[in-house]
């Protein structure tokens, strides 16, 4: 599979990508650099697809051992660090950041 530039461009809108640079002929560079660091990708991906895995058993997890499921018990909050946090805000109420009203 080789990416065109149209693929290209779409890629790059779906990914809010502001593709603008032209040279002096009026091309866009930037859409021609994309496409060619796409292709590599999928070239990649194309030598990856080409090794052997039979026998290989697909993995769930990345971890051996998944780890065991811990009790969830919620802790006390750390009133220290709570209120080292507040010291950098600008206005506080009590135990809150204080922040303009939005409607």
């Known amino acids: 599979m080789k990416v065109d530039e149209k693929t290209a461009e779409a890629i ?8 603008t640079e032209l040279d002096s002929q009026g091309n866009r560079q930037d859409v021609e650099k994309l496409v060619e ?17 039979t026998g290989v058993e697909p993995l769930y997890s990345p971890m051996l051992c998944p780890q065991s499921p811990r009790e969830d018990i919620p802790s006390p909050p750390d009133e220290e660090r709570f209120l080292w946090i507040l010291d950098d805000a600008p206005e506080t109420f009590g135990r809150f950041f204080k922040v303009p009203k939005v409607l």
């Open 12 to 19: 790059s809108s779906l990914a809010r990508l502001n593709l």
């Open 37 to 53: 660091e796409f292709n590599k990708i999928v070239g990649y991906m194309d030598i990856l697809s080409e090794v052997d895995t």
